[in-house]
C-alpha cells in the first residue's frame, strides 16, 4: 500500500509539473564558441556530459523513469546548448553517492542545486546560482506546533539523507537532551517525495528541507500541508546553493561564465519565474560562494 502510495503521489506531481511547464517556452541558445573552447578536452571530444542527481527535488529536478524536467533541467539544457554539447543525466540513491559518483569522474557534474558549505568545498568545488532556505512542511494546521528548532524537539522530523538540514537537525536533537526536553526522532530518507509522503501519511510529524521545493510540494498536496519556521534562520546562515564539480575542475569556471550568459540574457530569469523560484534568484553566479563569505 505504502509503494502505490509513493506511486501516486509521484504521478500527481509529475502531472502538476507537466501542466506548469506548458505556460512558456524557454528560447533555445546559440553556441558560444569561446566558452565551448574552454571545456575540457576530453569532454569536447566525447560531446556529452553527464549531470547526476538523487531523486526528484522539484521544482528544480522532477524525475520520471529516465527523464529529468524541471528549473535545473532547464537550465541544464539551456547549458548544453551554449557549449555545444548534450548534458544527459543519470540518477543515483543519495547526495552522498551524488558527490563520491562526481569525485570519482563517473559523472562531470551535479546541476542541483546542492547546498554549498565549506565544509564541503573541501571535496568539491560549487558553482552557485540560486539562495535557498531551510522551513518545515506540516500537516494543514501545524497539529504538533512545531515554528522552530526549538519546538521540534520530542517530534518525529523527516530530512534529507547526507543533506544539511540532516546535520541541523541532529545537533538540534542532542540540544534538545542536553535541554532537559526529549530528543527528535530524526528520520532520513534518500529523496524529496518520499519524506513528504511521509509527512502527509502522518509517519512523520515535519520534513525540514529547502523552501522552494516544499513550496511546491505544499501546492500540490490540495491543502493537506502548510509551511512552518519560515523567516527564520533555523540554523543556518546565507545559504547559497549550486551545481557541483570535481574540485579544481575548470569545467566550474566554465559552468559559472556560462551560467552568467544566460543570467544577461535574459534565460536565467525566464527559467526561474516559469517555476515560481524568484525569490531565489541571486544577482552574479560564483563559486565557493559560501566559503568566501565565511572568510
Known amino acids: 500500500m505504502y509503494k502505490k502510495s509513493i506511486?501516486?503521489?509521484?504521478?500527481?506531481?509529475?502531472?502538476?509539473?507537466?501542466?506548469?511547464?506548458?505556460e512558456a517556452k524557454i528560447p533555445e541558445q546559440s553556441v558560444n564558441e569561446a566558452l565551448r573552447a574552454r571545456l575540457p578536452e576530453e569532454i569536447v571530444k566525447a560531446g556529452r556530459m553527464v549531470a547526476v542527481n538523487s531523486g526528484s527535488f522539484p521544482p528544480y529536478e522532477i524525475?520520471?523513469?529516465?527523464?529529468?524536467?524541471?528549473?535545473?533541467?532547464?537550465?541544464?539544457?539551456?547549458?548544453?546548448?551554449?557549449?555545444?554539447?548534450?548534458?544527459?543525466?543519470?540518477?543515483?540513491?543519495?547526495?552522498?553517492?551524488?558527490?563520491?559518483?562526481?569525485?570519482?569522474?563517473?559523472?562531470?557534474?551535479?546541476?542541483?542545486?546542492?547546498?554549498?558549505?565549506?565544509?564541503?568545498?573541501?571535496?568539491?568545488?560549487?558553482?552557485?546560482?540560486?539562495?535557498?532556505?531551510?522551513?518545515?512542511?506540516?500537516?494543514?494546521?501545524?497539529?504538533?506546533?512545531?515554528?522552530?528548532?526549538?519546538?521540534?524537539?520530542?517530534?518525529?522530523?523527516?530530512?534529507?539523507?547526507?543533506?544539511?538540514?540532516?546535520?541541523?537537525?541532529?545537533?538540534?536533537?542532542?540540544?534538545?537532551?542536553?535541554?532537559?526536553?526529549t530528543a527528535i526522532e530524526v528520520q532520513s530518507f534518500t529523496d524529496q517525495p518520499t519524506s513528504i509522503l511521509a509527512v502527509r501519511s502522518k509517519r512523520s510529524d515535519a520534513f525540514f528541507s529547502s523552501q522552494a521545493p516544499l513550496t511546491y510540494f505544499v501546492q500540490q498536496a490540495n491543502g493537506q500541508l502548510e509551511?512552518?519556521?519560515?523567516?527564520?534562520?533555523?540554523?543556518?546562515?546565507?545559504?547559497f546553493q549550486g551545481a557541483v564539480v570535481q574540485k579544481g575542475s575548470p569545467l566550474g569556471e566554465v559552468l559559472r561564465d556560462g551560467i552568467k550568459e544566460l543570467m544577461d540574457n535574459g534565460t536565467y530569469a525566464a527559467v526561474m519565474k516559469k517555476w515560481g523560484l524568484e525569490n531565489n534568484m541571486i544577482d552574479a553566479p560564483g563559486i565557493n560562494l559560501a566559503g568566501k563569505a565565511a572568510k
Open 63 to 181: 524525475v520520471t523513469g529516465t527523464e529529468v524536467t524541471g528549473a535545473s533541467a532547464e537550465m541544464t539544457d539551456a547549458l548544453g546548448q551554449l557549449l555545444g554539447i548534450k548534458i544527459e543525466h543519470a540518477t543515483v540513491a543519495g547526495l552522498p553517492a551524488v558527490l563520491s559518483g562526481i569525485n570519482s569522474g563517473r559523472y562531470q557534474l551535479a546541476s542541483g542545486p546542492i547546498g554549498d558549505f565549506a565544509s564541503r568545498e573541501e571535496a568539491n568545488d560549487f558553482v552557485d546560482w540560486v539562495k535557498e532556505y531551510v522551513v518545515f512542511a506540516v500537516q494543514k494546521g501545524n497539529p504538533e506546533g512545531i515554528v522552530s528548532l526549538d519546538t521540534a524537539c520530542g517530534k518525529r522530523i523527516a530530512v534529507m539523507a547526507g543533506g544539511s538540514a540532516e546535520k541541523v537537525i541532529k545537533a538540534q536533537a542532542e540540544k534538545c537532551v542536553a535541554d532537559g526536553k
Open 7 to 22: 506511486l501516486a503521489a509521484a504521478f500527481v506531481v509529475l502531472a502538476a509539473q507537466t501542466a506548469f511547464a506548458e
Open 227 to 239: 509551511l512552518t519556521g519560515t523567516g527564520q534562520k533555523n540554523g543556518f546562515d546565507d545559504l
